[in-house]
């Protein structure tokens, strides 16, 4: 396993559509166990591999976040919303934004489709954190960040703040 160097906002490759995963075999294995172990570093909730450099449809997330709580790993591979209900707003962070906290509105709840590591196709309906971790994560895999749900001054702001925070350290 290794940890990873993420991209930070306004890194290009941020922005390149991730491809479908069409071989489910060590190398994706390799990937997930790396993603897994650079977002529990960062540490963050949820992580896409586009955030790594890599191009592929795979996210992470472990909500569990209370420190006595049981890790909650769960990975999507080829992941697709297909039902979105109801609002919710959450002051969302991510990792390739980091110190840059924002309200975003997303839905309450989603189902999703997806592919666990070694290729079984799975269903999940989740709400709250998870939902909008999803959500978030999913984004990502399209190209689509975070800004991109703010106005116009807000997106201004986090652009010019992210801009002038600097190209990133290698060692970060
Ligand atoms: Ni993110």
Redesign the pocket.
């Known amino acids: 396993m290794a940890i990873r160097t993420i991209l930070h906002y306004p890194d290009k490759r941020l922005r390149e559509p991730g491809k479908p995963v069409t071989e489910f075999g060590p190398q994706l294995a390799k990937l997930v166990e790396d993603m897994a172990e650079t977002m529990y570093a960062a540490p963050g909730v949820?992580l896409?591999a586009p955030?790594i450099g890599e191009s592929v449809r795979v996210f992470v997330i472990d909500v569990a976040t209370a420190e006595d709580a049981p890790s909650d790993l769960r990975v999507f591979v080829n992941p697709e919303i297909v039902e979105r209900q109801g609002v919710q707003c959450w002051e969302e962070g991510?990792?390739?934004f980091p110190g840059v906290h924002e309200e975003i509105e997303r839905a309450e709840r989603v189902k999703v489709t997806a592919r666990t590591v070694t290729g079984e196709a799975f269903e999940l309906e989740a709400d709250g954190l998870l939902a909008v971790a999803i959500q978030?994560?999913n984004d990502?895999l399209d190209g689509k960040l975070?800004v991109d749900h703010l106005g116009l001054i807000r997106r201004r702001l986090v652009h010019r703040a992210m801009v002038k925070r600097g190209p990133q350290l290698a060692a970060e």
Do not use: K, R, T, V
Request: proline residues 0%; glycine residues 10%; hydrophobic residues 30%.
């Open positions: 949820g896409a955030q991510c990792l390739s978030h994560e990502h975070m």
